[in-house]
Structure formats: C-alpha cells, structure tokens
C-alpha cells in the first residue's frame, strides 16, 4: 500500500494527534492537580458586577451566542458555556435575561442548557420560556433585531460571544449608547478590534477558550487549558527549528543551486542547475505533500450500471 | 414538473434509481425508521439520555476523524472499484461525505420549523395581548408570510417550461408574482441589508473617535500605528508624501505605503499568526472535549 | 422641561473631545457622499498583494477556466461587487469560461447573477465577446453547509454539479453537467484557479480544505489583515482587498505592469511587462468609491487627532 495511500501529508497529521495526545494527557494529569493558577481575565471578573448593575436599575441582561451559520459548532458551544454562568448568576439575582439567537439549532440548545441552570438553581419559576429567543437568520435582519431589543429593553449588560461578523460593530455601539456594561469576545480576528474600541472588557482570541476554566476551575477544563499551553509551547519550538532548518539549507543566497527537483513524489534531475528558493527545502517539501497526480493504480473495475456519475476524486 | 425524490444516476450504498421501487421503499423505511427513533427517544429514561447523546456524537465525530486522517484514494477513477477492504473503507468515507454534509442540512432545515415557532410565539402573542411596539410585530409577521407566498409562487413558475425567458434581463414574461417577488427581495431585502451594513461605517467613526485616545504608552503606539495604516490608505497623501524620494536612498524606506508594509509585515501578520493559533488550539481542545464527552457545560459545570 | 440647573458651557478642549454624534454622522455623511458626486481620479500606487492577484489573473491562457465562489450579497457591494466586476471584465476579455457557486448566502447567486449579465452586457456592448449563460458560464446556485461543500469541492468536483441546474439564455433550467464549461473538468484540478469573492468566513473554509488549485481572494477591507497572513505565507496567489484593492485592479487594468508610459506601474517582483487593456472600460466601482474611502479616512483622523488634542490641552489645564 504505502505511498499510494500518502495523499494527505503525514507530517500535519502527526503534529495533529500530537497535539491531541497532549491535550488528552494534560486532561488525565489534571484530575490529580489541586489549586492550578490560571491568570486574571479582566472580561470575565467584571461578569458578576454588569449583572448586579443589570441587578440594581432593573434592567435585562442581553446574550448573544454569536451567528454561526446552519449549525451549532464548537464556538456556539462555548459561548453558550459562558452564558449558562452569566445566567446563573442572573437567576439568582433574580435579573431577567436574554438569549438572543440567530439559528434554530443554537435556540434549540440554549433554551435547554438555560432552563437547566434554572432548574439546577432551584428557581425554574423565574425562568420566562420567551428569555432565549431567535430572531432571524439574515445577518443584518439579526442586527437590526438584536439592536431593537436593546433599545427597547434597555439592557444594562450585554454579553457579545462567538463567531461575529459585520455587525458586531452595530450591537456594541448600540448597547453603548444606552450605557450597557459590555463584554465581548470574537473568535473572528476582523471583529475584535471593533469590540476593542466600544466595549468595556474583551476576551481575545483563547481567551475565550479559557474562559470556562477559569469561571468553573473544573479539572477536565483546567486540563485541557494546561494542554493548551503545551501545544503552544510546542508551535513555538517547531517554528524555532523551521527557522533554522531553512536559514541553514537556503544559506548562500542566489549562489546556492540546486540541479534536483521534486516531482511527482520523487527527484528529478534537471538539466540545468537553478536558484535553491524556499519551495526546494526538506521541510517545504514535509509540508506541501505532492499529491501525486500521475501515478497510475491498476483497479478492479466496475460494471457500467454500477458507475457514479460523479468522477473520481 | 418537479421531479420529486428524483436521484442521481448512482451507485452508492447512499442512493437508488430515480422513482424505482427500491428508492420509494427505502424512502418510507426511513421515514418509519426516523419515527420509531423520534419516539423512542421521547420516552427514553432520563438516565439514558446522556449515554444516546454521548454515543450519537461520538459516531458522528468520529466520521469527519477518519475522513480527515484515513488515508484517501489516489487517483480514484469513477469506473475503480476497490482493491481490498482497506481501500473499501476509504471509498466508502469519500462517497459518503457528501450524503453525511446533506444529513447535517436535513436536521437544520426541521430546526428552522422550532425557530419559526419561537419568533411566531413571541410575536402573535404581543400582537394578541397589544402589548407595546405591537406595530412592528405586525410588520414582521406579514413580511415573513408575504416573503414565503411570492418566493415560493415566483419560483414553481420559473421552473415551468414555458416560462424560461422570465430568468433573462428586461422583465420579458414577468406577472404580478416576478414583480411581487422583485419587489421583496431586491427592492427592500438586499436594499435593507446595505443599509444596515452602512451604518457600521458611522458606528466606526463614533467608536473611533471616542476610544482612539493616547492614555497610556500602548494606546499610543497603537494610535500612531493606526494613523500611519489609514494615511497609506490614502492615494494623495502617499503620492505627496513619495515626491522626490530617490529608490536607492536610505530615504527610500520611509515612504509611506514601506513604513506600511513593514508594519504589516514586521508586526500585524505575525501578531494575527500568534492569536490564531491560540484560537485554533483552543477550537481543537473544544471539539476534542465535545466529542469525548469530557466537556461540562455550564448547566453541569 | 424647564430646569434650574445652571447652563454648563463647555470649553474649547471639552468641546473637541465630546462633539456630538450626530454632527459626526453628518460630516461623514458629506465627507463619504459628495466626492459620488463629484468625481475625481485620485492618484494609486497599487500593493503587491493587488499586483500578484492581477499578474495571476493575465498569466491565464486564453480558453481555461476558473472556478469562483461568489459568497457576498449586496450588503458589502460597494467593495464586492467592484471586485466581481473587474474580474469579470479580465475574464471575459481573455475569453475564459467560469464556474460560480456559493456557500455563504442564498442571496449571492442572484447577486452573482446580475453582475455577471450586465458585465456581460457591457463587454458585448464595447465590441468584446458577448458571454452567453449555460455557454461560457455556469452558475451553479448555493449550497448549505459550507464546510461540507468546499470538501467535497477539493475531493469530488462534479458531485456538487450533479443535479444542479442552470438556465440557458431563452430555454427551460437544464442539468449543468451538460454544459460546455463543464465538458473536460474531471476535478477541481481542472480549473487554472479558484477565485473567492468574499464577505464572510468563507475565507477560512476555502484556505483550509481546497488544496488541488492556486486560490486567489477578493474580500473586504476588514478582511484584509486576516488574510495577510495566508498571503505572506505563500497560500495564495494574491489578493485584492477592499475599495483600494479594487481601485488597484482598475488602475493596473488600464495602465499595465512595466508598461512604459506617464503612469508607469513597477513592482520589484515582476521583470516582464504584462500590458492592461488601455482605452476599454476599466474604471469600475473602485474609481468611483475611492475617493469616498480617501475623504472618510481623512475624517476618521480628523477625528482622532481632534479628540487627542482635546484630551491633553484638559490634562494640561487640569495640571
């Protein structure tokens, strides 16, 4: 079998399952840890003052679980996390709230983990079935939805978590504009600068991530933050080495030639020598896999009625 | 006509012939299948839910783990058959990628029914009881139900034989539902859409405006960075600031669009590197916990 | 509502720092608005990244094809469409056949499709080959569930094409593997590269599962850094970002690279002269919106600079 089956570069997959291995090992470790340091997170300290605040004027607490498209993803998930926190400490300030959702799949799940926090809290006669809501699916129908309600409603808090686009700048500066503390956090590089500059506390980048680790400090989620941290720890070295694996194979600038190719899944020797770039290093080649398009796999064949209209892959 | 449960000319253990008896008869297979599933799961014990929902999650992960890191055919042809039950399995992930993809569409499309019963609760209910902002709920509820009549009406007579000239330019056969549906989607839908987007653009400058401000060392780098960025943005500034800057002098590196390139290069890209990769980690860790089931959600946690 | 509060009056410093958003929006409003109406052709010194995206786009020989994602609506037309458009217009004067689909938004193949017949229309007008849908280009629709689509895009081109269908000029909707874009395309390998004309996260998908075709991307200006980083590395074979990148397109289109001249275009990458199409119609929405772009950003650092100022003359007088 061998190389025939070697199509999708065997070099990302290991660095992939390592990086699995350590999450997993980290998650085993920790069970045995007590008392793990996770460092402070502005957004996610301030999450207990914006509800009392919420609290105090009698004004909503407004969630928004981000717009990921069609269905729940793992970003969904966690943001949905976070919020089954804020609502607790909602549910027992005794503070309404609002999930506002921009897919059914997300209404689905959130509607069920919220009223659970409920019922867990002993309060589930406090919990309004209309609190989690969808809106629309249209991106600018959402916005213009979600912004309404802010106005309307007042909202003394608002939570911005998940995959936002476009519009995060038009809910934050109208949850701005009616003085609502904000936290936010978009796992979408293009939106947090926006978030940066109108609300009050962002979670960047893992931030987010860490974030139910460090409101929960439940050792399965402090593990997997700690295995994090190794995988990093390990991109940071696989970056240091690849730097100096390519520093010293292209050293020598335009003198350095080279008279061999990579083709097809093997060298070819060409018949005039050219300048060694970055494409020609070991490591390039580890990581651009050559599909190997023009090897030629002798296969039983099917009957014509038996034949996908599809082609090949 | 439409051709309903019309299938592809196949064959994959996914599909059958267009209206063959084996294809009607596995159509209502699966219809009794997914309601003998539907109810079992309503009256499944409390304490089994967790383990169905652990065990149809695990399956599910588990497709897109192989279809990534099983080994893929190499130059399938669509005559190849399989050489050995090795190949067998990663023919069987290739063909079934896309009947799983469809599956995944299938279960949103009913969701959408449970969000449509959300906002239709929601909304009848403040039209009922005329509680305040009654109007716009008006307006939503018949926007939508207009919506669905004209998009659906316009698009039967597009599909008809006759009608095929209606898809051209210039209004050629169009009726009252082609200008209805006109009407809707191009004239107030996609026109409301860059409307709302439009306003990011004043949002922007207010935001700016208000948070832009060097209170401390770093808010100033960041500011002085920014204003560099936009400056290179703009065609006259760079074109005045270049003037008389020769390519071979030191100068040359202090044009504007370089000291912008080198900003891009030297700071934006790598910083923007660093945080995806934390976020990819952290998305990796996410979905290694939902699929195993290690996660404790907020209702657990 | 009377009261007896004293009148507050604010001094220059204060003022400078808490001008009123509605005079805000107003200037913005005047500043973005009238150069609409006021056209002006500002000077352009294209980016590189805009010069790989239109040297990938001429290396394309005549007759090949391209494979493009539309995945924007008109919500970001003032920069998608520009970019679709002087796509197009290369496209369609080097006679190469396209392939459209979406996995964003049910909206973009009816977007996709206008701006495809009326630069078809124009191109036909200006004396150019007058593209014909269902002939010389596939509009294939949109497809839910992005990441599945794009996967099966890479794996399995023509099992997304089956049991499409799109509409010839005046004749009923008829199965797109029928079509002559599609005759000779075995898999995405086929097409010379897959442009991906973007407002959403698409961007993302596309970069992580399409491995078999060189990919260029249009997206929006907030895109841009984002996308940088793919660029930088090599992932893609240029980009054309926002308004300016547009406006790029459109400058290179009619003056060329290394093509001698008053307006003479060079880049430090490129040795060979790659000529434009001087004296056809190559201003687009990217001349048009520029000087918009230009007199908002000098707004914006008005703006910054005025809230600034504000800010250290009351720490000043504060001490």
Known sequence: ?313 | MIDIAAQLVPKTMWNAPNNSTELWTRIVLALLVGIALFVGLLNAPIQLRKPIIFTVTFVSGLFYVLFWLYPAPINRQPSDGPRNTFEALSFWISDSQGVIADLTNIIASFLIGLGIYSLMRVHIGKIKKQQRDWEFSVVLVSSMVLMVIFGYVDFYMRLQPGNSKMAGSGYVGWTFWQFGKDLLFNGLLQNMDAGMFSIVAFYILSAAYRAFRARSIEATILLLTALVVMLSLMGLVEFYWAQGVDAMHLSNNFKLDNIARWLRGNFQTPAIRGIDFGVGIGLLAMGLRLWLNLDKTGSDA | MATNDPIVKKDFAEALQSVPKPVLYLVLFLFAGLPLFFPVKLPNKPIDASIDCFAQLMSLPEGSKVLIASDWTNSTRGESMGQMEALLRILMRKKIKFVVYTVADPQAPEVARFTIRKVAAEEAKAGGYGYKPFQDYLVLGYYPNAEGTTTAINNKFLSICEGKKDYPEDSPPMDVLRSPVLQGVKSVADFKDLVLVTASSTNTVVIERVTKVPLIFMVTGVMVPENTTYYASGQLKGLCGGVKGVYDLETLMEYGLNVDGPHKITSDKYSEVIPGFPGKQNEGKGTAYYPSLHFALFLLIIAVVAGNVGMILAKRRAG
């Open chain 1, 1 to 313: 079998m061998g190389q025939n089956y070697l199509d999708n570069g065997w070099i990302s997959i290991l660095i992939t399952l390592a990086m699995v291995f350590m999450v997993l090992l980290n998650i085993m470790r920790a069970h045995n840890v007590k008392d793990l340091f996770i460092r402070r997170i502005a957004g996610l300290n301030a999450i207990d003052e914006a509800v009392g605040r919420a609290t105090e004027m009698g004004r909503p607490v407004l969630m928004v679980p981000g717009l990921t498209d069609t269905t729940v993803n793992a970003k969904t998930m966690q943001a949905i996390n976070i919020f089954a926190y804020v609502s607790r400490v909602a549910a027992r300030f005794a503070n309404p709230i609002l999930v506002c959702c921009y897919n059914a799949s997300t209404y689905t799940i959130a509607q069920e983990i919220i009223r659970d926090v409920y019922q867990q809290e002993g309060l589930i006669d406090r919990y309004d079935v209309d609190s989690v809501r969808f809106i629309s699916d249209r991106q600018f129908a959402f916005a213009a939805g979600v912004a309404g309600l802010i106005l309307r409603e007042k909202a003394a808090a608002t939570f911005f978590m998940g995959e936002f686009y476009a519009e995060s700048l038009i809910l934050a500066e109208t949850a701005n504009s009616v003085g609502a503390i904000q936290v936010a956090s978009s796992t979408e590089m293009t939106q947090t600068p926006f978030f940066i500059a109108a609300c009050d506390y962002v979670l960047i980048g893992d931030e987010f991530y860490a974030a139910s680790a460090f409101l929960t400090r439940h050792p399965v989620l402090v593990g997997s933050l700690i295995g994090q941290d190794w995988c990093k720890l390990a991109i940071a070295g696989l970056i240091a080495i690849g730097v100096a694996a390519n520093s010293f194979q292209l050293a020598g600038g335009s003198h350095n030639t080279t008279s061999k190719a990579w083709n097809e899944g093997k060298f070819d020797t060409l018949p005039k020598p050219k300048p060694f770039g970055a494409g020609d290093t070991t490591l390039s080649r580890w990581l651009n896999p050559d599909p190997a398009k023009d090897i030629k796999i002798e296969r039983p064949q099917l009957p014509p009625d038996q034949i996908p209209s599809g082609g090949g892959n």
